[in-house]
């Protein structure tokens, strides 16, 4: 071979062979392959599955976060600095008497109007025009609507119509109520031409409308609308103040991704004196609460995960390290039929990055499906990205290398003669 | 005169104190191509030290070892690796086989370090073991095998890659008498082939078989001539 020494070809042991030397080594002692991996296999599982986890509920708290809520602002009336109302009487609603024009004119509104929930005393009781002899046995809630909360709500009528401007600036009797009060009372929408009236304590509203949901205020309940100043005619001005449950409050309804213009620019408009007073609230952002997701959960289990990787790399490491002492008869053998010792380091090595891929591999198969069984429980829908899952195998891979690093080396430095002598 | 698979020129080994012992003297032996040469001699004498010398497995503090005309303790150890693996066969007494692989594996670990392809290192691991009379074996693990059959595994994986030199370490001692008799038999038969051999052995029968024997006594090696060999 043209080179000096001995002449002859250097010892010398292909990739393939030192992985199928590993790849021996592993299958021989599968226990303890098992065990050895463990660290990585929850280090790398509980990474994968942390950030799947992470994405997939950050995913759906934007789908949650709906076109409806991004397009709705309300402002509650927090009363007057100074209360100049006589004792016994409440001061007039801080919002003006155009206050759903005023707010119409602001750029992306579709509609806004105030309401507020009509304080009855105890034991009111509503009940249906004589002919139907009808009583509400259920808690009925009666708002004070202005025309534009009717429009900004989105009721959906079944009978009727609305109230409208004209029956409020009238202060007519007038009332919308749901299908279930309407039920309530025997008051059927195909009755409805002949207005029946609803009694509440005795003072009568004609029916003019039956709706059977809304998108805002009355999503959920059972409530009966009359007009703002047919309220503020019969029952005087609510109570201020938030916290109250009965502050006048108005609800606007607008554009897609106006919201934020509308809040900023609502409490001047609408109360240039003491626009203080109106307490707006924009609609949450999306991306600020999964920033916040993200933040607080994420880092503490990833810290977690850090924590089993290096728990996993102090197993491989001492596993192998194990495992070097033991086998110092094979060190032996294998020097003495030609082995050098990069050939004993090599193999090692290879041992210990094998078991951690393995472990990287059954972990990130293990973080996926907790992921995809969490997700499919929530009724979620599975969010990973593959930038952080693909390669996390390749985790284990690096913590079974630098695990395996320093037993390899004590193989290698091994004497065969020492070897030979301790098996 | 055959030419020289092993010429010793004042080798010698101490081991680093203190004190310092001289497990070997100076010694000077030459060992012919096809010789058989058995080392004797009381436990402690330094008998293990020649072998692991011979085998490469050791470097002595003086002196120098040529095996086949090479110096070899001029040599790096990647070379005295490649030498360990082309010219010299070991058999330890305790076998040294790998209990979680197969007779066949065993010997195949041999041939992983040179450059033959897998497929000849096959053939040539299942032929070794033919030879030794375990071709029905092939696939039985150590912990399946007798003493016998396990010494012949090694004997074996000593001679897969063909060496010059064949090493023995107390061969025999693990072994029943019967399958001492048997090995030796083998062992009788592969030197009739030509293969060199050193055997180290305190057993006088196995002494026996071989052409020359060498005697070593707080490290010094001596040597009888018998008479009608040489």
């Not at chain 1, 103040?241 to 919201?259: H, N, R, S, Y």
Request: with cysteine.
């Amino acid at each position: 071979m043209g080179r000096p020494g001995a002449g002859l070809p250097l010892p010398r042991l292909t990739v393939r062979d030192t992985a199928a030397e590993a790849i021996a080594g592993i299958v021989q002692r599968p226990g303890r392959a098992g065990l050895t991996m463990l660290g990585t296999v929850l280090g790398v599982g509980a990474f994968v599955a942390v950030l799947g986890l992470t994405a997939t509920g950050a995913g759906q708290i934007s789908r949650q976060f709906s076109v409806l809520e991004d397009t709705t602002v309300t402002v509650a009336d927090n009363g007057p600095a100074n209360d100049v109302a006589p004792p016994g009487t409440n001061p007039r609603i801080g919002f003006p008497a155009d206050a759903d024009v005023i707010a119409d004119h602001i750029k992306g509104v579709v509609a806004a109007g105030v309401w507020w929930p009509v304080a009855l005393p105890e034991g009111t009781n509503f009940s249906a025009s004589l002919a139907l002899s009808g009583e509400a046995s259920q808690t009925v809630n009666l708002l004070a609507v202005s025309p534009g909360a009717v429009k900004a709500m989105v009721p959906a009528m079944v009978a009727g119509s609305p109230l409208s401007t004209y029956e409020n600036d009238t202060a007519q009797h007038v009332a919308m109520i749901d299908t279930s009060t309407a039920s309530a009372l025997g008051i059927s929408p195909a009755r409805l031409p002949s207005h029946p009236a609803v009694f509440v304590n005795g003072i009568a509203y004609t029916v003019v409308g039956i709706y059977s949901s809304a998108q805002r205020v009355v999503s959920g309940g059972s409530a009966m609308l009359i007009p703002e100043d047919t309220a503020l005619a019969d029952y005087g001005n609510p109570q201020p103040g938030i916290g109250t449950q009965e502050e006048a409050q108005m609800v606007i309804a607008t554009k897609t991704g106006a919201a934020e213009a509308v809040s900023r620019e609502i409490a001047a408009a609408e109360l240039p004196t003491d626009p203080h007073r109106l307490v707006v609230t924009p609609p949450p952002n999306p991306l600020k609460l999964q920033g916040e997701v993200n933040g607080d959960l994420a880092g503490l289990f990833l810290i977690l995960a850090l924590i089993s990787l290096l728990i996993g790399a102090v197993g491989i490491a001492n596993t192998t390290l194990v495992a070097v002492l033991e086998r110092t008869g094979e060190i032996g053998v294998r020097r003495a039929v030609g082995a050098r010792p990069r050939h004993i380091a090599g193999q090692f090595l290879a041992e210990s990055t094998a078991l951690g891929t393995l472990g990287g591999l059954i972990g990130t198969c293990i973080g996926v499906g907790i992921v995809v069984i969490f997700a499919a429980a929530q009724n979620w829908t599975v969010v990973l990205n593959p930038v952080y899952t693909l390669p996390a195998p390749l985790i284990g891979t690096v913590v079974g290398l630098l695990a395996g690093a320093y037993p390899a080396l004590r193989a290698a430095r091994t004497s065969p003669l020492a070897a030979l002598r301790h098996a | 005169m055959t030419a020289p698979v092993i010429e010793l020129r004042g080798l010698a080994r101490t081991y680093p104190g203190p004190p310092p012992v001289p497990a070997l003297r100076p010694a000077d032996l030459v060992i012919g191509a096809g010789d058989y040469v058995a080392v004797t001699g009381p436990s402690g004498s330094g008998k293990s030290t020649l072998l692991h010398l011979l085998g490469l497995l050791d470097s002595p503090t003086a002196g120098s070892y040529l095996l086949d005309g090479l110096d070899t303790s001029k040599l790096p150890d990647r070379d005295r690796s490649a030498l360990r693996g082309r010219r010299i066969g070991i058999v330890f007494q305790a076998f040294h086989l790998l209990a979680y692989r197969t007779a066949l594996e065993n010997v195949l670990l041999a041939e992983l370090y040179n450059h033959t392809p897998r497929s000849t290192r096959l053939q040539a691991a299942a032929g070794a073991l033919g030879a030794v009379g375990l071709g029905h074996r092939l696939d039985a693990l150590p912990t399946t095998l007798s003493g016998g059959e396990c010494q012949r595994v090694a004997i074996a994986r000593a001679l897969v890659n063909q060496p010059s030199l064949l090493l023995c370490d107390e061969p025999t001692g693990n072994l029943d008498s019967r399958n001492a008799a048997s090995l030796m038999e083998l062992l009788d038969q592969l030197n009739s082939g030509g293969l060199t051999i050193v055997i180290i052995t305190h057993d006088a029968a196995v002494a026996a078989h071989a052409g020359r024997t060498v005697t070593i006594s707080d490290g010094i090696l001596s040597e009888r001539i018998r008479a009608g060999h040489g």
